[in-house]
């Protein structure tokens, strides 16, 4: 029998289990309202199925989906979102965290010996103090990539310039279900009950991902900005359409191509940032599931570059880079100040957007 068979048989088999469980919670407390639920809910949309329907409600344009969503859209089935929303509200997920990581696509304490840290991508970047530590806590000392900063004035059509690495560097996890996210605590006063849901020991790797990222989420925003932590693509969604209305587009980097090697600037187009149409940027933070960092910018200017190969003159890929026009608030350390021998206020810092990184603009 091979092992994906093995797994789906496993995992059919704890759906009895759990569904027999659950049965005899809801009798024996002398109701069938939680079976009831749990029989709506099991035939309910599909998440990615959802997905599309929720994108054509909130989304008053054309466009289709983007990719990135659709990526980082849950896997559960309808029967096993139920399952495990169940159990969050019962306070019994922590029993079944492996087949809930599993089958949810999560980073989980398991998971944490098959990547070593800093080398594989356990970690994380400040972007306002532009520090990079390791998931353990220790500051990464090893310059700033070439290409990773640069100015606006860069990003002109002739110019031959180095891309930094566009791959993405953390580990590959999912957004929960918004039934299931909703229930999880998220918060660094909520820390035990992390812990013990996701079975993260004092001191360990994993509690320090969780402290790092809710530190990060709870953080007071600079002056002008406005931001929230997403746990779930609606969320997402909610607070992008907040802020630009429902008429918008998701703009990332299309793909990695042309990463550490010397590039050609082709057509250059601004797409957003202005007081009347404040861009929102999202990028990824290490948590247990995917953690999007979303904010408002009104000094955040938005473009798309053609990139060429500076040989062929060939395009190879579709960039977009952003331009932070007002870096008064940020760290006198921040590494764009190093890579570009400045300081906050005196200099604009832009970079590219890659990975799991986008942002939000106004479709029109």
Not at 25 to 48: Q, R
Not at 119 to 128: A, N, Q, R, S
Not at 159 to 164: E, K, Q, T
Not at 324 to 331: Q, V
Request: negative net charge.
């Amino acid at each position: 029998m091979s092992e994906i068979s093995f797994n789906k048989m496993s995992l059919f088999a704890l759906f009895l289990v759990l569904l027999f469980s659950l049965h005899v919670v809801s009798t024996t407390a002398g109701t069938t309202t939680d079976a009831d639920s749990l029989v709506s809910d099991a035939n309910s949309i599909p998440p990615k199925e959802y997905l599309v329907h929720y994108w054509n409600e909130q989304i008053t344009n054309t466009l289709a989906v983007p990719p990135l969503l659709i990526s980082k859209v849950s896997p559960l089935t309808t029967a096993e979102t139920a399952l495990f929303a169940q159990l969050v509200a019962k306070d019994a997920l922590s029993d079944h965290l492996l087949s809930f990581c599993k089958a949810a696509q999560l980073l989980c304490f398991p998971d944490l010996s098959s990547h070593q840290v800093g080398k594989d991508g356990l970690v994380f970047y400040d972007f306002i103090n532009g520090a990079t530590t390791l998931a353990g806590g220790m500051n990464v000392n090893k310059g700033v990539e070439p290409g990773k900063y640069f100015q606006e004035s860069t990003l002109r059509s002739g110019n031959v310039i180095r891309m930094p690495d566009l791959r993405s560097k953390t580990p590959e996890r999912s957004f929960l279900p918004r039934s299931i996210s909703s229930g999880l605590p998220f918060s660094t006063s909520k820390l035990a009950e992390l812990k013990q849901i996701f079975h993260a020991g004092d001191d360990s790797t994993m509690e320090k991902i969780m402290v790092r990222t809710l530190s990060l989420c709870e953080k007071a925003p600079i002056r002008g900005e406005t931001k929230r932590c997403v746990s779930s693509v609606e969320d997402m969604i909610d607070f992008a359409t907040s802020i630009l209305g429902h008429d918008i587009k998701l703009h990332s980097t299309k793909s990695d191509e042309g990463s550490k090697h010397d590039i050609l600037i082709g057509r250059v187009k601004r797409i957003g940032g202005s007081k009347l149409s404040v861009p929102v940027a999202c990028h990824d933070s290490l948590f247990p599931y995917m953690v999007y960092n979303c904010h408002a910018v009104p000094t955040l200017h938005v473009y798309e570059v053609d990139i060429l190969d500076p040989v062929s003159k060939a395009k190879i890929n579709n960039g977009v880079a952003v331009c932070h026009m007002d870096t008064s608030a940020w760290n006198p350390n921040h590494e764009a100040f190093i890579a570009l021998g400045s300081g906050p206020g005196r200099i604009e810092a832009c970079h590219w957007i890659y990975g799991e990184y986008a942002v939000w603009t106004r479709a029109n």
